[in-house]
């Protein structure tokens, strides 16, 4: 045997055979030699399997393939490793959100404004009122005593639906309230006492001198605001919208000043009320840097035609009202409104954070100083002014 082995491994490969054992299941002339990378006869074959109907998911774990055996291989052919190419990296997969076509968008404002130094009302300076007789016009001795209005607190809630990723539809309700006080009072015993600003110049209670004055002065605003918005620029970093849509808006003015002496108690009120609605345009541009953070600037411009009315009256203890008048006038009120801000977007796109500065002007508008003048001078043709409000703004917004 060991001789045999010997002289069998001396041969040259080539003639080196194997002598299989004969079966009536296998039989070399007939049966063809199995294919290569082909399973033998009898085994699971994968390739006569249908695809299956389901989506592939890359992040599901397959199954191992059972049942495969490796394919025969005779011993006469030399064995030759194969020329393979270098296996190369293959990227991890990222999870990039999917942003659907139509969702909603709800979200809230906080508004801190305040109206303008035009908005004041100036209502009374002191005097040295002591000289008997009192020159004319009296020499003020003291600073003007002004009711001025202060930052207030006001909300904006709205919501929008987009229909696709260029359009979009909205509706918001605006609200600002704001108050403002202030009085000043003299000493008797000094020779200074007040003049009031806001008396009619024809009453008699015009030249007198009064001990305490005060005044307040409140504003109501509220916005109904129907937009529509279309994308002219969406790319990864750029968004510019143009807005188009109607605004209603409602705007009260109202101030009171009361003066008082040892003997009498006058009063003086007006209220400036404007109701409207008309169109607003505007554009919308943000520009998104890294981290979810961006920059937005958004300007709008309104023509509100509407109804401006205006009252004056003036009243004392002893005669009653002595002066009654109103202003009535149809108006077109153009309102620009600009707001520049800063803002976070999450990574999910479900939530959104902004704050920013923000300014609104109405032209073409009436004011308490205004009427107040108009009264005093007879003169009805210069009811023309600005109404600006400015302050600070933040938004929280919710995607769904």
């Keep these: 045997m060991a001789v045999t082995l010997l002289l069998f491994n001396g041969l040259p490969l080539e003639a080196q055979t194997v002598r299989l054992p004969s079966s009536s299941t296998f039989d070399s002339a007939t049966t063809p030699p199995p294919r290569y990378g082909s399973p033998p006869v009898g085994t699971y074959d994968p390739s006569n399997v249908p695809p299956s109907t389901s989506t592939f998911d890359p992040y599901a774990t397959q199954p191992p393939i059972v049942g495969v055996q490796p394919p025969a291989v005779e011993l006469g052919t030399p064995l030759v490793p194969l020329e393979t190419e270098p296996i190369l990296a293959i ?25 303008s130094s035009s908005a004041a009302v100036d209502f009374a300076v002191p005097i040295n009122g002591a000289i ?3 020159p004319t016009p009296p020499v003020p001795v ?5 009711v001025d209005p202060r930052y207030n607190a006001g ?14 539809w909205g509706a918001s309700y605006s609200f600002w309230e704001g108050s403002t006080q202030n009085s000043v009072s003299v000493d008797p015993l000094t020779s200074t006492v007040l003049r009031s600003l ?7 209670a015009a030249d007198s001198n009064f001990l305490d004055a005060s005044a307040n002065i409140s504003y109501d605003l509220d916005l109904i605001d129907i937009d529509y918005r279309y994308a002219l620029l969406h790319s990864s970093w750029l968004v510019a919208k143009l807005y188009a849509g109607g605004r209603f808006a409602h705007l009260n003015q109202d101030f009171s000043s009361t003066f008082t002496n040892t003997t009498t108690v006058e009063q003086v009120s007006s ?32 023509f509100v035609a509407g109804r401006m009315h205006a009252s004056y009256s003036q009243q004392d ?45 109405w032209n073409n508008f009436t004011s308490n ?19 600006i409000l400015d302050g600070l703004t933040a938004r929280a917004e919710f995607r769904f």
């Design 91 to 115: 990227p991890p997969l990222t999870y990039v959100p999917q942003v659907p076509t139509n969702w909603w968008e709800i979200y809230g404002d906080f508004m801190y404004l305040r109206p």
């Design 369 to 387: 100083k205004d009427i107040i003048r108009a009264v005093h001078t007879g003169n009805y043709d210069s009811l023309h002014d600005a109404f």
């Design 317 to 361: 203890n002893f005669a009653g009202t002595v002066v009654n008048t109103a202003w009535a006038e149809n108006r077109i009120v153009p309102i620009l409104d600009i707001e520049l801000g800063i803002g976070w977007l999450s990574p999910a796109r479900h939530w959104r954070l902004s704050a920013g500065y923000v300014f609104s002007g």
């Design 142 to 146: 003291g600073p003007v005593v002004a």
């Design 271 to 302: 209220q400036v009320h404007f109701d409207g609605g008309g169109i607003r345009l505007g554009l919308e541009g943000e520009m998104h840097l890294r981290h979810g953070f961006f920059l937005y600037s958004n300007g709008y411009t309104s």
């Design 132 to 134: 008997v007789p009192p």
């Design 155 to 168: 909300f904006r809630f709205g919501f929008s639906y987009h229909t696709s990723h260029v359009t979009q």
């Design 198 to 204: 806001t008396i009619h110049p024809g009453t008699t």
